[in-house]
Each structure stands twice: as structure tokens, then as C-alpha cells.
């Protein structure tokens, strides 16, 4: 097991979990136009799930010996997500940022999850979180239509 690419890949994904977390809120708070109570409400369930799933992938890096890192400071200097506009966001702008960060997570979560056949309990969380991302990025993306 490559413990140094196992602590790096969980770190990555701990990083931009809780990027997602923080992002999900900041448009929950700044979130204007008609699809405002439903998009509202889902931007708190895609909330819940990324800040379960970082706990779950901090824990299994605490597990294999590695101390998770997910400061502020950190979290802002590492993250591969595009950044959230400033102030008041339209819901349909909205949509088409959660599903533009939900596709990078994903596909770099896949990118990990091909690297983790040497430690399958790691993989197998990584799966399971791709799975619940992939299912949030299915539902924001139908409302672009």
C-alpha cells in the first residue's frame, strides 16, 4: 500500500469536500430568483452530504495515521474548485456553478478511486461518496434544462 499516495488522495478529497460544504452555503445564503425555496433546500442537502463525506474520508485518514489538514487557509490555498461570485447569485447561475463543481470533484474523486486498488476499504469510501455526488450532480442538472 502506498500510504504517501493514500494520505495525499485523502487529503485532496478532504480539501474539496469541504470547499463544496462552504460553497453550497454561500450560495444557499446569497441565492435570489423563482426556484429560490426548492434550490434553497437542496443546496442544504448537498451541504449535509459534503460535510458527512469529508468527516468519513478525515476519519480514514486519521485511521491509516495521517492527520487530516481542513483550515480555512488551507482549504482556500488547495482547492481546484472555481470560486463562487461575489454577492447575490441567480438560481439558474447557481445550478450551473453546483454542477461545474460537483463534475470536478467527481472526476477527480474517479481519478483516485482508480489509484486505490491497493487499499479497498479506501476505495470503497471513495465510491460511495462518488455515488451520493454523482446522484446531487444528476439533480442540479436537471434543472438546467
Known amino acids: 500500500m502506498a500510504v504517501t499516495t493514500i494520505h495525499t488522495d485523502l487529503q485532496d478529497s478532504l480539501v ?11 450560495l444557499h445564503w ?5 426556484g429560490f ?15 458527512t463525506a469529508a468527516d468519513a474520508v478525515a476519519e480514514r485518514a486519521v485511521t491509516l495515521g495521517h492527520s487530516p489538514d481542513g483550515r480555512a487557509l488551507t482549504v482556500a490555498k488547495e482547492s481546484p474548485l472555481a470560486a463562487v461570485a461575489d ?6 447561475a447557481a445550478v450551473a ?14 481519478e483516485r478511486i482508480a489509484r486505490r486498488e491497493d487499499d479497498l476499504v479506501t476505495q470503497d469510501l471513495l465510491i460511495g461518496i462518488v455515488a451520493g455526488l454523482e446522484k446531487q450532480r444528476w439533480m442540479f442538472d436537471a434543472q438546467q434544462s
Open 16 to 26: 474539496e469536500l469541504t470547499d463544496l460544504a462552504l460553497q453550497g452555503k454561500q
Open 30 to 34: 446569497n441565492l435570489v430568483g423563482r
Open 37 to 51: 425555496k426548492s434550490l434553497h433546500e437542496q443546496l442544504d442537502e448537498l451541504v449535509d452530504r459534503a460535510r
Open 87 to 92: 454577492g447575490r447569485i441567480a438560481d439558474t
Open 97 to 110: 456553478h453546483v454542477v461545474a463543481v460537483l463534475t470536478t470533484v467527481v472526476d477527480r474523486m474517479r
